[in-house]
């Protein structure tokens, strides 16, 4: 049974740093690719980041966020900088067996989601 875990949510202020940590089971952790996806009250869920053996990121946190992993722990992160209250919303890490995908209905896999609240 495949899970995937995320934390490290929670408030901060503008300007801030969040790392979200997303801890993977059930599967053979190196051969997926990864991406982190957070959706909004109101809004659609959309693509923040992934990465297989490189990274990609949505135009909308290019230079602030880092998405790294670490395959001996099965975990992938996403260092969040420079903080906006724009980018408040709840963070899924999800998991693919294909090709880095920036569209959801690509990943097989999802975490239940962490709250990341920036406040101004």
């Known amino acids: 049974q495949v899970q995937l875990v995320e934390s490290g949510g929670g408030l901060v202020q503008a300007g801030g740093s969040l790392r979200l940590s997303c801890a993977a089971s059930g599967l053979t952790f190196s051969r997926y690719a990864m991406g982190w996806f957070r959706q909004a009250p109101g809004k659609e869920r959309e693509f923040v980041g992934a990465?297989?053996?490189?990274?990609t990121y949505a135009d909308s946190v290019k230079g602030r966020f880092t998405i790294s992993r670490d395959d001996a722990k099965n975990t992938v992160y996403l260092q969040m900088n420079s903080l906006k209250p724009e980018d408040t919303a709840v963070y899924y890490c999800?998991?693919?067996?294909?090709?880095?995908?920036?569209?959801?209905?690509?990943?097989?896999?999802w975490g239940q989601g962490t709250q990341v609240t920036v406040s101004s």
């Open positions: 999800a998991a693919t067996g294909g090709e880095l995908s920036i569209a959801g209905n690509r990943y097989n896999y």
């Open positions: 990465i297989s053996w490189y990274t």
